[in-house]
């Protein structure tokens, strides 16, 4: 712990040797770039594992554009669970109450919608205060009472189960409105001329890949002008390459079938919102603050309580939106809806790089988690795995991910 | 069975990187109460570890003798079965459990691993007796103040046959009631034929109950004085604690004279706190001390003295409970209730304690740094993450950072450097006032003197700061006032001319008896 770090780290890209040493050189980047950053990296080279392993044990199956899209719609709602708890698990805490919350803003939905006749706008708005109401009544609890999150939201997760029945009678309730159906269940519409693939998907692909073109290259030009080390040319290259090829790909595929589903454009907003947030506002880096070392962040003047506080008001309307998404999605509001989705979501936090005492994860991480959990649960179906099999299966890798993390935190020696 | 009863010889415990013990030889006499003592860090924990098994036999050169056998202790357990029992400053006890329970944990009164109750309760009920507490023996321990915690400590000791009582601090947390009667006990304890080490730096204390006292500084053994001897004298205990040369090495300071007539750029006034859950203690007593721009001033105390107390009071009430006092800066009364108060009017906390208090070991140098102002490098909310590694990396040479990077997990740096990021961050947020608490502890020669340099520097800057260290060369070296604390309350002011490392240890000595008896003498 006490060395020099200057001393331990590898020696920067060793200079080219001419042509012939370069491919080595590359790969040796690489492989520093990996072993530097093998949080990050882990989980995204795992999924791509998984996705491999099914994609050839369906017979292609798994990457059929029909199939991409259901995946994406299937789990949407975890997802989007999923990154509320990342935000929750990262200031320290844990919300066991969103699988109920799901349901019970879903029962809302169907009162508003099916039994009173609201417009759907005016229903969504209201379901989605509902949602942030409840969170910021157990962030109430949490932040300013100081009662541990794991009993309110366990309190929450009885009570709002035990509301939604109430409302609901029991009963499944529905059918909701064609055009809030068509949000969480239906694709963009189209536009243009005939083609073979989806003409706005195809745009819309274009456009990310020109953002994400533009965007990299500007944070490397800024870099440059600020006197920064920067990412040696080879590999930002590589990394540019990577990442343009695989939006590319999802967009090809989506783009064959019927386009890209509403729900993902939500999800994509919700994502480089979350993400720019956790990484660059102020708010952000408290969160990060309260979880990693909670006695330092008072004393650096923290606003511990306010922040602990907005996190769960922001958890309670991420679980409404995602109670409103799958509502709709079987167009019924049933008391069993959302069982065990908050286990869900808190399984994607961890397989994603989530740590149990807090201050470390990414939004992203949470995805990339949500969807490891999402590929296995779709290849599983696809190969003709039973449920049985696949809750034993999803357990190991929950455990052989946390695991691989702890082991690599105590190799690395932090 | 003449002879001394332990024997410790020629010790020597290296930590990496770290000498704690160099030398120390102790001969401790069959039934008599010796005292250790010595200034914070000299190495006396750290000797009474490595005798009671805690550190175990292999990890220290030396031998240790306890009646005239050679001991090879390879844990606690060890050491306890020869009825060597030591008591840690932090208590160990069980809060939630009966004090018969604690009494008998891991030695419990039991049958084929069932407790037997009535013999626990028995036994538990006599050995209170013998401590002298009234206490049912099926009190929960956590309802009971800490001094009758301390009996009970001392009742799970002799419930396992002890010969020789180790005491460390063991009235730091008391109140002079209680520390009254503690003493009184040790007393008795002696005349039953148990044999006591106490560690204390409270001279008062060590004149009353203790019969020699071995003076330990700098990892070495100094002297053993027989207290009683009328030639032992409480000043020539101090001038064994501190008779060490000024070697250590500061920038050059052009001593600041503060001009007349200016409002001090902090004045504390007449504070005072109480003990966060023992609220009858108070660790802050009527203390009032002022700063002036360009300024260096020493707070010098020994533990338990006040001096963090103090500091994290003042600085958004982040310690005890507010008791009366006033803040004031540049002559003006302001509200430091809040940490982003605090903040707001120009002061900065330093903390002794960087790992816990200081730093978020498990993210980076560049937005530790930045945490304290994010303000500064945001714009509407949002941080402009190239501006933040700009500053950082400023900083990074600037106060020199040992680290590849700012990405750098704070948490591998050396002491050294994590020193340096938690000084970045309070600089950073651009205080007028700063408060340093211990800035150099655990950290090496060389960081050290590249820490002096800032602090020299901030000073000449116009910044006011308040320097609080267990170092009394350092802060001779440094500061151009120095005001001493012993248990919580203002003892004595020095000038840089007045002030001597006997002059300072013996205000940092005295506590509220001996500030009696000299009252009733006068």
Known sequence: ???????????????????????????????????????????????????????????????????VSNLV??????????????????????????????????AMAAVLMVENDLPWPVAVLLCLAIGAAAGAAQGFFIAYLGIPSFIVTLAGMLLFRGLTEIFLEGQTLGPFPKDLQKVANGFLPEVGPETNYHNLTLLLGFALIAFVIYQEVRDRKRQHE?????????????????????????????????????????????????????????????????????????????KDKKVTFLVFLNMGMLAALAGLVFAARFNAASPKAGLNFELEAIAASFIGGASMSGGVGTVLGAII?????????????????????????????????????????????? | MAGPV?????????????????????????????????????????????LSGVH?????????????????????????????????QELALVPYLSIAENIFLGNEHAKRGLIDWNETLRHATELLRRVGLDEHPETRVADIGVGKQQLVEIAKALSKKVKLLILDEPTAALNDEDSGKLLDLILQLKEQGITSIIISHKLNEIRRVADSV???????????????????????????MVGRDLENRFPDRTPHHPEEGTAPALEIRNWTVHHPIDQQRKVVDDVSIEVRRGEIVGIAGLMGAGRTELAMSVFGRTYGRYAGGTVLRDGAEVRTKTVPEAVGHGIAYVTEDRKHYGLNLIDTINRNISLTALGKVAKRGVVDEHGERQVAEGYRRSMNIKAPTVFEPVGKLSGGNQQKVVLSKWIFAGPEVLILDEPTRGIDVGAKY??????????????????????????????????????????GEFSRAEASQEALMRQMTKDKQAEKDEEVTR
């Open chain 2, 56 to 88: 175990p036999h292999g990890s220290y050169e030396g031998d240790i003798l306890f009646e005239g056998e050679t001991c090879r202790f390879r844990d606690i357990r060890a050491s306890e079965q020869h009825g060597i029992v030591i008591i840690h």
């Open chain 1, 226 to 302: 600020f006197a920064l080390e920067v990412l040696p040319a080879k590999l930002f290259l590589l990394k540019l390459v990577a990442l343009v090829s695989a939006v590319l790909v999802v967009t090809l595929l989506l783009a064959s079938y019927k386009g890209a589903p509403i729900v993902l454009l939500i999800l994509g907003v919700l994502v480089v919102g979350f993400g720019y947030l956790m990484r660059n506002a102020i708010i952000g880096r408290h969160i990060y603050a309260i979880g990693g070392n909670l006695p330092a962040a008072k004393l650096s003047g923290v």
């Open chain 1, 369 to 414: 988690g949500g969807l490891v959990l999402g590929v296995l649960n779709n290849g599983m179906n696809l190969v003709g795995i039973g449920t049985d099999w696949q809750q034993v299966i999803k357990g190991a890798v929950l455990l052989a991910a946390v695991g691989f993390d702890v082991w690599n935190k105590r190799r690395v020696g932090s």
């Open chain 2, 214 to 240: 071995t003076i330990i500084r700098d990892g070495q053994s100094i002297e053993t004085l027989d207290v009683k001897a009328p030639e032992t004298t409480e000043d020539r205990i101090i001038s064994g």
């Open chain 2, 450 to 491: 590249e820490i002096y340099t800032v602090i020299d520097q901030l000073a000449a800057q116009g910044k006011a700061v308040v320097f609080i260290s267990s170092e009394l060369p350092e802060l001779l070296g440094m500061c151009d006032r120095i005001y001493t604390m012993a248990a919580g309350r203002l003892t």
């Open chain 1, 73 to 106: 719609l299937q789990n949407s709602y975890i997802l989007i669970l999923a990154i509320g708890m990342m935000l929750v698990i990262i200031s320290g805490h844990i919300d066991l109450s969103v699988g109920s919350l799901t349901a019970f803003t879903g």
């Open chain 2, 6 to 50: 332990l024997e410790m010889r020629s010790i020597v415990k290296t930590f990496p990187g770290v000498k704690a013990l160099s030398d120390v030889t102790l001969t401790v006499r069959r039934g008599e109460v010796h005292a250790i003592c010595g200034e914070n860090g000299a190495g006396k924990s750290t000797l009474m570890k490595v």
């Open chain 1, 1 to 67: 712990m006490s060395t020099d770090v200057t001393a331990k780290t590898p020696a920067p890209a060793p200079p080219g040797k001419g042509g012939s040493a370069a491919a080595g050189g590359l790969w040796q980047l690489m492989l520093d770039g990996l072993r530097r950053n093998m949080r990050q990296y882990g989980m995204l080279i795992a999924l791509g594992l998984i996705v491999a392993l099914f994609a050839v044990w369906s017979d292609g199956d798994l990457l059929l554009p029909r199939n």
